[in-house]
């Protein structure tokens, strides 16, 4: 019953994830650096506070969970602290385990926010020259800079960008943009910022070309 039930779940995921993996890994990482950015920038406070207010309600020192199921009750960390854990499945239903180890794990949704809305369905000399000779060549210097950039700053902002490798911003957002609809890089509107990642793709094409 075992070796039947792990082949049942082997075509499951090779029938239901696998063709969208790179999908599912490219909008986590995109989430996770969006969660950085809010605790670098605003503290725990601003991170709990952002996650998924509908249902996650942080109310200090107490961080309120709605479930689906309506249990109540409360969990103690006592210096466990929490595994906070983006989902792209059952998005609408927080999940928590109390009895994880080595500590709890909550999850919320990936990419969740009025100002979190998708973008897509899914020194300048220095910044240039670190990229990948073969890449530069085919992607041409200034947009392999970005890309590169992009890839070794996950996160980071349209200004940030520009500051990295010393252009415009009008141009490193245009460059970003040529990149994101080659499925080469992500982006998402946080608040007022387009906070840019790169896709698996993007970094498998650094790799391949490193």
């Known amino acids: 019953m075992l070796q039947q039930l792990a082949d049942s779940m082997h075509l499951l995921h090779r029938a239901v994830l696998a063709p969208y993996w790179s999908h599912v890994v490219t909008d986590l990482a995109a989430d ?14 601003r991170l709990l506070t ?48 109390p009895d994880a180890e080595p500590q709890p794990f909550l999850t919320y949704p990936a990419n969740f926010g009025a100002g ?17 000779e073969a890449l530069t060549s085919l992607l041409g210097r200034t947009r392999a800079a970005v890309l590169h950039a992009i890839a070794t700053h996950p996160g980071c902002n349209t200004a940030e960008l520009a500051g990295v490798l010393g252009i415009g911003a009008s141009g490193a957002s245009q460059h970003a943009t040529v ?3 080659a499925g080469l890089v992500t982006t998402l509107r946080h608040r007022n910022n387009a906070v840019h990642t790169p896709t698996s793709t993007g970094l498998s094409l650094l790799m391949l070309h490193s």
């Not at 996770?32 to 406070?45: C, F, K, M, P, T």
């Not at 960390?77 to 609408?92: A, H, I, N, Q, T």
């Open 32 to 45: 996770r650096a969006v969660r950085i950015r809010e605790l670098l920038h605003g503290g725990v406070e």
């Open 50 to 97: 952002g996650l998924y207010p509908p249902r996650i309600r942080w109310t200090p020192p107490t961080l309120e969970v709605a479930m689906a199921s309506g249990i109540q009750g409360d969990l103690r960390l006592e210096g466990r602290g929490l595994l906070l854990v983006p989902s792209l499945f059952g998005s609408e239903s927080p999940v928590i385990d």
């Open 116 to 132: 979190l809305t998708p973008l897509t369905p899914f020194s300048a000399e220095s910044a240039a020259a670190s990229a990948p």
């Open 179 to 181: 990149l994101r609809q």
